[in-house]
C-alpha cells in the first residue's frame, strides 16, 4: 500500500481484477499490458533502437533520436498526402515513444468508485493504452471524456509522475424507468439514460414514467408522488402528456388524470377520497382532478349499464306509485 492507504501493486500481466460489485473508495490498479507492434514504423522504431543502443550513444539515447528522426520523417509524408488526422495520431504516437523511452510510461492506473463500469471501459474511454505516456496526457480532457459516459457524473484525473495516474468516478444512481417509442430505459435523476432495462433486482422497483419529455421532469412526479406513499404504492406508471401534466396508471387499471398545477394538493385529495369512500377499489375506469372545483369519475362499461338500469328502475317505481 503507498502512503494514502491506498492499493499500488505493479502493472504486471493477469494482476488485474474486475471490480463491478467493490465499494466506493477503494483503489483498483490496473496492469499496462505490452501491445504488439501496430505498425511497420513501431517494428522500425524498435528494429533501429536495439541496433543504435548497442552503439556508444545509449540506450536511452538511440531511443529518442529513433524516434524522433523517423517520427519526422513519417508525419511529414502524412501530411504531404493531405491525412491531417492520421498525421495527428503519428505524433502522439511518436510523442509517447520518446517520453517512454525518457522514462515517463504510464504503469499504473489507480481506479475508485466504479460500479456499474468496468475499469477497460473506463481505461478506454480515458484514452490510456499500454504505449501512454504520462506527459502527453491531458487530465482535464480525460475527465471530460470520462464525464461523457452515461453513468459517470464526475470524474476527477491526477497524474502523479513519473509513471502513475488515478482516476476516481462518481456514478450515477439509477432513479426511474423511462418507456418511450417501445423501449425502456433506466434514467438517473437528472434524466440522463444511462442504462437498458434488465431484470436485475435492482431496478425491477424502479417508478416508471412514460412518454416525450418524461425523463427531463422525472423528479417532480417521482417527488410528488412520494409525499403521498399510499397513492404511490398502488401506481403502475406515470404518462407525461403533451409536455404538460401528467396522468396515473394504477395497478387496477384507473387512470388518474392530475392538473397541470398544484400536483401536491391534487394527489392529496385523492388519497383522502380514497380512505373515505374507497374510490380507487370502485368499478371505475378514469378520475379526473384536472378541475379544480369538481372530481370526474367515469365508471366501466359494466358499471354504468347496471347504474342506468338502476336509475329506469327507480323511475320506474317512482311512477308507479304516484299512479
Known amino acids: 500500500m503507498d502512503g494514502g492507504g491506498r492499493i499500488a501493486g505493479p502493472l504486471k500481466p493477469g494482476s488485474a481484477r474486475r471490480d463491478a460489485g ?26 533501429i533502437t536495439v541496433r543504435l543502443g548497442a552503439s556508444r550513444i545509449g540506450r536511452r539515447g538511440a531511443s529518442l533520436l529513433t524516434v524522433l528522426v523517423i517520427g519526422g520523417f513519417s508525419v511529414y ?31 499504473q492506473v489507480n481506479l475508485s468508485g466504479q460500479n456499474h463500469v468496468t475499469p477497460p471501459e473506463i481505461l ?59 423501449q425502456i430505459q433506466v434514467i438517473a435523476r437528472d434524466g440522463m439514460p444511462i442504462a437498458p432495462y434488465s431484470d436485475d433486482p435492482r431496478y425491477v422497483s424502479l417508478p416508471i414514467v412514460v412518454g416525450e419529455g418524461a425523463e427531463k421532469r422525472v423528479g417532480e412526479i417521482v417527488e410528488a408522488l412520494g409525499r403521498v406513499p399510499v397513492i404511490r404504492d398502488r401506481v403502475r406508471a406515470a404518462i407525461l402528456v403533451a409536455d404538460r401534466r401528467w396522468t396515473l396508471k394504477m395497478r387496477n387499471g384507473i387512470d388518474v ?57 327507480k323511475a320506474k317505481a317512482k311512477k308507479g306509485g304516484a299512479a
Open 124 to 182: 478506454a474511454a480515458a484514452g490510456i493504452k499500454s504505449s501512454t505516456s504520462i506527459l502527453f496526457v491531458d487530465a482535464d480532457a480525460t475527465r471530460a471524456r470520462l464525464e461523457a459516459m452515461p453513468w459517470i457524473a464526475a470524474a476527477t484525473v491526477r497524474k502523479l509522475y513519473p509513471d502513475r495516474i488515478d482516476i476516481s468516478v462518481v456514478e450515477r444512481e439509477a432513479y426511474a424507468l423511462w418507456q418511450f417509442n417501445g
Open 257 to 313: 388524470r392530475l392538473p397541470q398545477e398544484g400536483l401536491d394538493d391534487a394527489l392529496f385529495q385523492l388519497s383522502e377520497l380514497d380512505r373515505e369512500k374507497k374510490l380507487l377499489t370502485r368499478d371505475i375506469t378514469i378520475v379526473d382532478l384536472r378541475l379544480p372545483d369538481r372530481i370526474v369519475v367515469r365508471l366501466s362499461d359494466s358499471a354504468f349499464e347496471t347504474r342506468m338500469q338502476a336509475l329506469k328502475a
Open 22 to 47: 467493490q465499494p466506493a473508495g477503494r483503489r483498483t490498479p490496473v496492469p499496462m499490458r505490452e501491445p504488439a507492434p501496430a505498425s511497420r514504423t513501431a517494428l522500425l522504431l524498435r528494429r
Open 77 to 107: 509524408g502524412v501530411i504531404l498526402g493531405g491525412h491531417i488526422e492520421e498525421a495527428e495520431s503519428i505524433l502522439v504516437d511518436v510523442g509517447d515513444l520518446a517520453a517512454n523511452a525518457a522514462g515517463f510510461k504510464v504503469r
